[in-house]
């Protein structure tokens, strides 16, 4: 019964359907606010599914010069891994769906699959525009991959515990008693979110997929299903992160109103990182990829590590 | 003529690049514009337009005969000049000697070789007039 | 030791608005050699032109380009006109400048929108674009076209400003001078855009002498050259402005003279209103041109443009020469692009605001599968383009 129950919550609500149905709204609501921005009308809000649909139904063509086995089952892996990774983050209460201590570096590794799968993609091609993307994603993934994992770990540095859910529902209740700590999960929020722009290859940081320069990068060989696939899968790592950060930093559906049902609480903080990762894609232009490098490790690395810092000095130091 | 005409030079074919140059040092120049390319007869014209650093234009001419069409080129010693005369070797088959990168420039790999589209003697092969649909007179659909 | 991969780029590629084919040869990010092969978009309009009579080939000059039509109208209209011994009225002159301007300013427009496309700031792309439509406007209001005006005839243009269009047209550009100066502040402050674009595309002044650049490309160098200054034409010898130039070399160079050049268009076309003489448009051009020939120069939004016409004393010209400023500023792309890195190819190629359309002017077919080749003439191209079945 309670398998029965797993499977249901996995598979509809909040797992798989739900997260399907949130990445194609939160791909329209980008969409949508990145138009505006700009001072155009933009997209209605069935676009990302008719864009989906309208994938689906297109061939599939697969270049002669590429493994077809390989070409083929990467967006799967790229799909699996971010599926998968929502199984351990609450959405409508602590803990999930899925939940045991050790489950964030889990999660934190899950989430670096796709840009591996996309490096794999881009080589499988065996297209110049394809493998000069999937280098990008890679040499990209050095930049912020470290200051992600940083920013990560600090909640769960000052809160000890590896436990998503758990710091889900601790965190809230901590900063309220200990205000201090505002300051390095605020940091540690901020790096978190920079860095997820990068690791969604978002702008500034949409090197890999940088239209004018390599076509699409890894995805320019890729053609019907298996692009509808790719899509599907990045769209639902933005959802992804987006629940993680608001699970890690704010809280996730651990409400700061006390009546307010925990699903509203999480729909609300989600949306609140999605404007703000849009609004980063809207303002600015798209970077170099040794401008990125330096970036990374120059500001943002040294950021995490100064949140982190804090915490351990004056939490385990036993200062406050 | 106008100031942007300017004034009209002619010299001998072979003494080009010794007159580009002196030009060069004497600092006059202002800008190569372009090189033309005509023919006149049984003879090829090539013109070299430059602006004067005194706000006037000067153009210097040089004939070369159909038969023997070469003459020196000038992109050694002023790189602006190598695209130029790439464009009149492909459409008017003069050959500019020391040429730095002498590859066609504009007309495909197919073009079929000395064959000058801008030579008098070359007309294109068009297709009769023919009544078509949607043309006035034509057979309506 | 690092692989060299060939990265070819073009005919069809995202970043070209038009067609022409790069063979870069890249060491990983850096580019080490770079070839460069045009002529697709060549139209054979030199040879045309010498089967039309003038007033058939001012038509066809004009469209050798969309973007600066009124260019090489202009150019062609005043080298025949010199060979005709024609002196256009004033007001026609004024007239012509106030077109060409208000083409000048939907040109940069467009270009600072490439630019910004070709970083991969969208944003500046799209209201860029939309305040160009106030340009765009203004000419439709003008002359009744976006492109292609058909505002010059052989002897003076063939269309006046009355007093509503003139009201309009301070209106629009008051609307344009904000949004310049918008502009202008973005391309010296926002920091994506100045990381893309300064230190980007170096053109050293020498090398830019030595290869014949012109225009924004040879000024953000910083040579000193405007033909609306050097050579005036048109009403420009009696209209004040500054040449803009910029010691800079590099992208971020020629986008401050660009900028620049915006206000610069905006002051002299109030210029013109205010001082607009009167009297008639157009003077009566005969037919049949006197034997002779002229060079006309026109500082088009790209740099110089340069039209030579022969006549040998019958109604048709015996050769017309075109030369765009895209061929003139092609030869310096080369050094611009040496040493530079994959990512910034978009942007050096976008800064010289390439357009290839002026540059090429023969079509081939080649048969599918084989190396056959056909040359296609004027007519048979005239009846494809018509026609309602394939033939």
Redesign the interface.
């Known amino acids: 019964m309670i398998i029965l129950w797993g499977f249901l919550q996995a598979l509809i609500f909040p797992g798989f359907l739900f997260l399907s149905v949130y990445a194609l709204f939160a791909e329209w609501l980008d969409r949508k606010l990145f138009a505006q921005m700009q001072n155009r009308i933009g997209p209605p809000l069935i676009q990302p599914l008719a864009d989906t649909i309208k994938l689906f139904s297109k061939e599939t063509i697969i270049p002669k010069a590429v493994q077809a086995g390989l070409f083929t089952l990467l967006p799967y892996f790229s799909f699996a891994a971010v599926v998968t990774s929502f199984l351990f983050v609450p959405v409508y209460a602590t803990p999930a769906i899925s939940s045991f201590p050790g489950d964030l570096v889990i999660v934190a590794y899950l989430l670096t699959i796709p840009t591996l799968v996309l490096s794999l993609a881009g080589w499988s091609s065996d297209s110049t525009y394809s493998i000069l993307g999937g280098i990008r994603a890679l040499t990209q993934l050095f930049a912020y991959e470290v200051p992600f994992f940083l920013a990560l770990f600090t909640p769960a540095l000052l809160l000890g515990t590896w436990n998503i859910s758990e710091i889900a529902a601790r965190l809230p209740g901590y900063l309220l008693a200990n205000p201090f700590y505002f300051i390095p999960v605020l940091i540690s929020f901020l790096v978190g979110i920079v860095a997820l722009q990068g690791k969604l290859e978002r702008k500034p940081f949409d090197i890999p997929d940088a239209e004018t320069e390599i076509v699409a990068g890894p995805f320019t060989e890729y053609s019907g299903r298996l692009l509808a696939i790719f899509r599907l899968s990045i769209d639902m790592e933005m959802v992804c992160g987006a629940s993680l950060l608001a699970a890690l930093f704010l809280g996730g559906p651990q409400p700061f109103i006390s009546w307010m049902p925990g699903i509203i609480s999480y729909l609300l903080k989600t949306l609140a990182i999605i404007f703000i990762l849009a609004y980063i894609k809207a303002a600015v232009g798209r970077i170099r990829i040794d401008q990125m490098i330096r970036f990374g490790w120059q500001i943002l690395a040294p950021l995490s590590l100064v949140g982190m810092l804090m915490v351990v000095l004056f939490q385990k130091g036993g200062l406050i | 003529?106008?100031?942007?005409?300017?004034s009209w030079v002619e010299i001998p074919a072979g003494e080009v690049r010794q007159w580009v140059a002196d030009f060069l040092d004497s600092g006059q120049m202002?800008?190569?514009?372009?090189i033309?390319g005509?023919q006149e007869g049984e003879r090829i014209a090539i013109?070299y337009?430059f602006?004067h650093k005194e706000?006037?234009?000067l153009?210097l001419r040089v004939f070369v005969p159909l038969s023997a069409p070469t003459l020196p080129s000038i992109s050694p010693i002023?790189?602006?000049?190598?695209?130029?005369e790439r464009e009149i070797q492909d459409l008017l088959g003069v050959t500019f000697e020391g040429i730095l990168d002498p590859r066609r420039?504009?007309?495909?790999e197919?073009?079929?070789v000395g064959v000058y589209?801008?030579r008098t003697n070359?007309h294109?092969?068009?297709?009769e007039?023919?009544e078509?649909?949607?043309?006035p007179g034509g057979k309506a659909? | 030791m690092s692989e060299r991969m060939i990265l070819p780029i073009g005919p069809q590629h995202p970043l070209l608005k038009e067609p022409i084919h790069f063979k870069f040869t890249i060491e990983g990010e850096l580019i080490v050699e770079a070839e460069i092969r045009m002529g697709y978009n060549h139209r054979g309009i030199e040879k045309a032109a010498e089967e039309r009579t003038y007033l058939q080939d001012l038509y066809l000059t004009e469209r050798i380009c969309g973007i600066c039509s009124h260019v090489h109208a202009t150019n062609f209209a005043q080298a025949t006109e010199e060979i005709m011994g024609l002196q256009i009225p004033p007001r026609a002159a004024y007239l012509r400048v106030v077109v060409g301007e208000l083409e000048r300013i939907h040109s940069h427009l467009l270009w600072l929108g490439v630019a910004g496309h070709e970083v991969g700031y969208d944003t500046l792309f799209m209201v860029s674009w939309r305040d160009r439509e106030i340009a765009q406007d203004l000419l439709e209001i003008i002359t009744g076209n976006r492109v292609n005006y058909g505002m010059n005839t052989l002897g003076g243009v063939r269309k006046d400003l009355d007093a509503e269009q003139i009201d309009q047209t301070r209106k629009g550009l008051q609307e344009l001078a904000e949004r310049t100066l918008y502009y202008g502040n973005v391309v010296s402050n926002e920091t994506t855009f100045i990381a893309r674009v300064a230190n980007v595309g170096v053109l050293p002044k020498e090398v830019a002498y030595s290869s014949g650049a012109v225009g924004p490309t040879a000024r953000g160098s910083g040579l000193d050259y405007d033909v609306r200054k050097h050579l005036p034409y048109a009403a420009y010898g009696e209209i004040p402005f500054e040449v803009v130039t910029s010691p800079r070399g590099d992208v971020l160079g020629r986008a401050l003279v660009r900028v620049g050049e915006l206000l610069e268009s905006v002051k002299i076309i109030r210029y013109c209103l205010d001082h607009l003489p009167d009297g008639p448009i157009a003077v009566k051009a005969p037919r049949k041109v006197p034997v002779g020939e002229a060079v006309s120069r026109y500082e088009a939004p790209r740099g110089e443009c340069i039209h030579y016409v022969r006549s040998n004393g019958s109604d048709k010209p015996s050769r017309v020469k075109v030369r765009a400023p895209t061929m003139g500023n092609l030869a310096s792309i080369r050094h611009c692009l040496l040493n530079q890195q994959v990512a910034d190819i978009p942007i050096i190629l976008a800064a010289i605001d390439p357009c290839f359309s002026c540059t090429d002017r023969t079509v081939m077919l080649v048969k599918e599968g084989t190396r056959e080749a056909e040359v296609m003439g004027w007519e048979e191209l005239r009846l494809r383009s018509i026609a309602r079945r394939p033939i």
């Open positions: 003529m106008s100031a942007q005409t300017g202002r800008v190569l514009s372009t033309t005509y013109v337009h602006v706000s006037a234009g153009n002023l790189s602006a000049g190598l695209l130029y420039l504009i007309l495909p197919e073009f079929p589209p801008l070359y294109y092969h068009g297709a007039e023919k078509t649909p949607g043309q659909e």
